[in-house]
C-alpha cells in the first residue's frame, strides 16, 4: 500500500486509499452516532471533510505505507468501513484500528482485516511495535484487539482523544510473528 494503487486483501475484504470521491462514504460513517459512540461522538460534514484531507489523504504521503483505508468486501465491492494503520493523534504510537457501519458488525471484519494490518505492518513495513486505544466501556473491541493478538497494556492518556484514560493495547513484532507464522 505504499503507492496510490496498491491494495491489501484478507479473505473477504480489501483496503484501498481513499479519494475525495469517497467523501460521502466518510460522512455517511462519520454521522452514525452507533460507529461514533466510541470514536468521539458524530462529526459533522465539514469535520469529516477535514479529515478526510488532512487526517487521510495527506496522510498517504507524510507517512508512505501508512493510512485510514476503505474497508470493501471482496465479493460484493460493497463498503463496509475503513480500518487503519497510522499514528495515534500528536503522538509517535502507530495504531491499527477500524469503523465499520453497523449492518457489517458481528461478522468478523474488524478482526480479520485488523489481524491482516498487523502482519502487513510487521513484515512489510518493519515496524516494531503496533498499538491500539479504545475506549474503556468498548469492551466488543477490545476483545478484537486480544483475538488479533495484541496484549492489554493497562491504560493511557492521549491528549487528541479527551480527558479520559483510553485502554491500551500493543504488542512487538517479534513476539506476535512468533505467535502467528505465515
Known sequence: MRASHDTLTSERLVLRRF?????????????DPQVMRFAGGVYDRAKTEAMLNERILA???QHPGLGIWLTSERATGAPVGTHLLNHVRNDTVIQVGYLLYPEYWGRGYATEMAARLLRYGFEELGLPQISA?????????????LKIGLHRDGERHFPA???DPLAFFTRDA?????????
Open 19 to 31: 479519494t475525495a470521491d469517497d467523501l460521502e462514504l466518510l460522512v455517511r460513517l462519520h454521522a
Open 59 to 61: 496522510y498517504y504521503d
Open 174 to 182: 517479534r513476539s506476535w510473528l512468533a505467535e502467528h507464522p505465515a
Open 161 to 163: 482523544y479527551g480527558d
Open 133 to 145: 486505544i479504545t475506549d474503556l466501556p468498548h469492551v466488543d473491541s477490545q476483545h478484537v484487539l
